[in-house]
């Protein structure tokens, strides 16, 4: 698919490319680097993530301080080829490799028996236990004996992204939460990347602004909610909350952390 088509005249939506550092950048990429030098004295502290562009900026900040934090990615088994493939081109370029998390054998059978790849059209619930059973269970497992986790989340993402914190306490998966991309606009992420040549999903070239399991994602048309690819079906014209996987659902302010450097 070209991000402009001429037979439906459909306007793709289109990746920003900012040819200078947006006003106020320097100092929101010190906060993050803070940020991750402050998660990774949680010890073992893990950056799970789905290698979206947000993601991609992390993981070249965790290699260029050299900072023992452990990337850990879902493998959902729904995986575009386009992300499995950037998968192996980071991990060559970085000489750093991402740790593979995937669901069970016993629960990838109890979805095939529940037909669950085409019920996920149907039925919300049949959805998000497809998304519990293939993300939110093994990552849990993932995380059980981590003392804190990294994330991509940004509060721009979603209206229910707005009200998260650059440090929270995860109550669902009982350990710290970092988020040190959180008050990055779409601009700072994209300049960050073309300027130190990070390497990317492909399809964000093509019209996605956000990229899950292949079955959930679609591109976008231009002035579309970012999120707007993701779970779409689910999406009333007017709803302006946008369906999650249930990862990043339950978390909440701290008391307890460190204070930021
Ligand atoms: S995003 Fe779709 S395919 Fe992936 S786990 Fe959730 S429902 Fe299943």
Redesign the pocket.
Known sequence: MNSTSTTSSVTWYRRPRPNRAPDGFAARLEDAIDLLKLAASYTPCAFAQSLSAEDMVIFHLIAEHNLPIQAIALD?G?LPEATLELWNRVEAMYSRRIERIEPTAAHIEELVDMRADSG?YESKTV?AY??EL??TAPLRAALSGKQAWVTGLRRAQSTGRANVGTQEFDTSFQLLKFNPLINWADEDVWFYIDKRHIPHNSLYEIGYASI??D??TRPIRENEHPRAGRWWWEQSASDSIHSE?GIHVATFANSTIKDVP
């Open positions: 959902t729904r996920l959805r497809c998304c293939r993300k899950g399991c079955p959930c996987c």
